[in-house]
């Protein structure tokens, strides 16, 4: 099968000396004829099963919808094996006659096995190629293969569409917070280590929408050293870094109350400074000091909420996320990856120590001292 050609390409080849048309833009895509293209919204990178070195790439369209009283068509999973994403990509055409059109990614998933041998090959293949976008989200497979995620979705009406909906969704205490191609990359080239979002691959139950045998589920954040995987933060530990990092606010947390049968609190604001110090010049230590504040979402088995109840909740408020912002940060020193920025946030804050904190910094941050204070604050209702 092959790629529908048109006589109009070579018109316009034969007059792009005279459109004043740079090299640039000379090679950007060829245009075609819409019902002939197939927009892909998702694109997974794996390790080829049984052959290091290749990958295996797949990419899924999101439903499409038929015009008049035609019927509407199914996603569109495509998969292909080669020594590179771009060899890989340029074989898809060669299966059928639509042309498929990377243009419309907006996320991009990487196997648990990719992401051990990095990404950095796959981000800058991302930033060269003319179609690919590193406003792209990118997501990390838990566990998992990012092909088995997107052929899974086809039934459930694409890859695409459930992606943007947990994007949407990731201000929710389940949900991580998306990322960027462009802002991983740029953490990365700042100190060699990121978050990414990471997805799992969970057997449907009743109730989840799920219309196959699987679905997709946020699952923590995956911990990127040296552009490579590293660990996972889990839960705990992604409340933690959401909490560092500012991307709590949204998140809803339930407490069981003594006088209360059940309690949700939506998370509001959360304040964070950090304080380093020095002894005769030497790094000594960081104090982080966090304040979350929260609202009352929902009271169930109460008509209110005493003031006795509110302090409980406070209390509890704070244990919880001192605990997780305790994980998160013995996650990164036991790394030796400060995939939180805590250097560079030091720095803001005791601009005056700035040359010191990057020379002592990277080599002194998996033992440096560090002290936490967590308060919380729940508005009164």
């Not at 035609?70 to 059928?96: D, K, Y």
């Not at 201000?171 to 917070?177: F, H």
Request: overall charge negative; hydrophobic content about 45%.
């Amino acid at each position: 099968m092959r790629v529908k050609k048109s006589a109009v390409l070579l018109l316009c080849a034969a007059l792009l000396p005279l459109s004043g048309c740079s090299r640039a833009e000379a090679a950007l895509p060829y245009a075609h004829e819409i019902e002939d293209t197939v927009l892909m919204g998702a694109l997974g990178v794996d390790l080829k099963e049984g052959a290091p070195g290749r990958v295996a790439v797949t990419v899924s369209s999101g439903g499409r919808s038929g015009a008049g009283d035609s019927p509407g068509q199914s996603p569109v999973v495509l998969s292909a094996q080669a020594e590179t994403v771009s060899a890989a990509c340029a074989e898809m055409q060669t299966f059928g006659s639509d042309f498929v059109f990377f243009g419309d990614v907006e996320h991009v998933l990487v196997g648990e096995e990719q992401a051990l041998t990095g990404v950095m090959s796959l981000l800058g293949h991302m930033a060269r190629d003319p179609e690919l976008r590193l406003e792209a989200r990118l997501w990390v497979i838990k566990d998992g293969r990012a092909g088995d995620i997107l052929f899974d979705a086809a039934s459930d009406g694409g890859a695409p569409d459930r992606l943007t909906a947990l994007e949407t969704d990731a201000e929710l205490a389940a949900s991580p917070a998306p990322r960027t191609a462009r802002e991983v990359l740029s953490d990365l080239l700042d100190n060699g280590c990121a978050l990414l979002p990471a997805l799992e691959r969970r057997p449907a139950r009743t109730g989840d929408g799920a219309e196959g045998e699987y679905t997709v589920a946020g699952a923590g954040y995956a911990i990127l050293r040296n552009g490579a995987l590293a660990g996972w933060t889990g839960e705990e530990g992604a409340l933690g870094a959401d909490l560092l990092t500012g991307d709590a606010p949204g998140r809803i947390l339930e407490f069981a109350a003594p006088s209360l049968a059940q309690t949700a609190l939506r998370l509001t604001e959360v304040k964070t400074e950090l304080t380093p110090s020095f002894t005769d010049g030497t790094l000594a230590g960081l104090a982080v000091t966090c304040r979350i504040e929260a609202q009352v979402a929902e009271l169930r088995g109460a008509d209110g909420l005493s003031e006795e109840g509110r302090i409980w909740l406070e209390e509890r408020l704070a244990q919880t996320g001192e605990a997780a912002i305790h994980t998160a940060l013995d996650l990164a020193q036991t790394l030796d990856a400060d995939y939180l920025h805590l250097g560079r946030k030091a720095a803001l804050a005791a601009p005056w120590r700035k040359a010191e904190l990057e020379t002592q910094w990277k080599a002194g941050f998996a033992a440096l001292p560090i002290s936490l204070t967590v308060t919380g604050q729940v508005a009164r209702m």
